[in-house]
């Protein structure tokens, strides 16, 4: 059974900075793109970012460049997104998911973790 | 970006009434995804490639369309499928979602 446990939300001031991590199970995890997807209160979903399955590619949405990084370690079967400048913006429920064969859908998600940007 | 406009945002249906959620792309996509999201709820994958059914979903459903017009279609309401029902493209970066649709039990 494909499981995906996300941990380290939290409070956290504007300007500062989170990492997130997500532990994956019950497939072979190098052989999956991955990604996070966030959902702020009573809104909908929106991409977060997109790792491949050895970690040399990356892609984010403008709304994330250059504040947010991705990162994998696959010896570890983990997830990772290391959060910079926080915004309030940012406040969500993040999702780590495993992506489907061909990329393009979120075939699994976690049960999300609450990031909460708040002076 | 290719934004997703869904349709209806909210409506409310009967059980044993048929179902019709659309979903329009900005641009032309190669394949529609689909998720369901109950109240309190992760999302879950519940219409691939525009039409192929994830695992564990009743055979109710069914998704179609091409280029810039998809749809997700309930042959007959049960109380289960209220929910939110999101459409989501991934043929071009960034990935993007759909607004959703609210679907209600009448």
């Known amino acids: 059974e494909v499981q995906l446990v996300e941990s380290g939300g939290g409070l956290v001031q504007p300007g500062r900075s989170l990492k997130l991590s997500c532990a994956a199970s019950g497939f072979t995890f190098s052989n999956y793109y991955m990604a996070w997807v966030r959902q702020a209160p009573k809104k909908g979903l929106e991409w977060v970012a997109t790792i491949s399955t050895s970690g040399s590619r990356t892609y984010y949405p403008d709304s994330v460049k250059g504040r947010f990084t991705i990162s994998r370690d696959n010896a570890k079967s983990s997830l990772y997104l290391q959060m910079n400048s926080l915004k309030s913006e940012d406040t969500a429920t993040y999702y780590c998911?495993?992506?489907?064969?061909?990329?393009?859908?979120?075939?699994?998600w976690g049960q999300g973790t609450l990031v909460t940007v708040s002076s | 970006e290719i934004v997703l406009t869904q349709s209806p945002t909210t409506m409310a249906a009967s059980p044993g009434e048929k179902v019709t959620l659309t979903c329009r792309a900005s641009s032309s996509v190669s394949y529609m995804h689909w998720y369901q999201q109950r109240s309190g709820t992760s999302p879950k994958l519940w219409i691939y490639?525009?039409?192929k059914l994830a695992s564990g979903v009743p055979n109710r459903f069914s998704g179609s369309g091409s280029g810039t017009s998809y749809s997700l279609t309930i042959n007959s309401m049960e109380t289960e499928d209220a929910a939110t029902y999101y459409c989501?493209?991934?043929?071009?970066?960034?990935?993007?979602f759909g607004a959703g649709t609210k679907l209600e039990l009448k």
């Open positions: 989501q493209q991934g043929s071009s970066y960034p990935y993007t």
């Open positions: 490639e525009t039409s």
């Open positions: 998911a495993r992506l489907g064969y061909a990329h393009g859908w979120f075939a699994y």
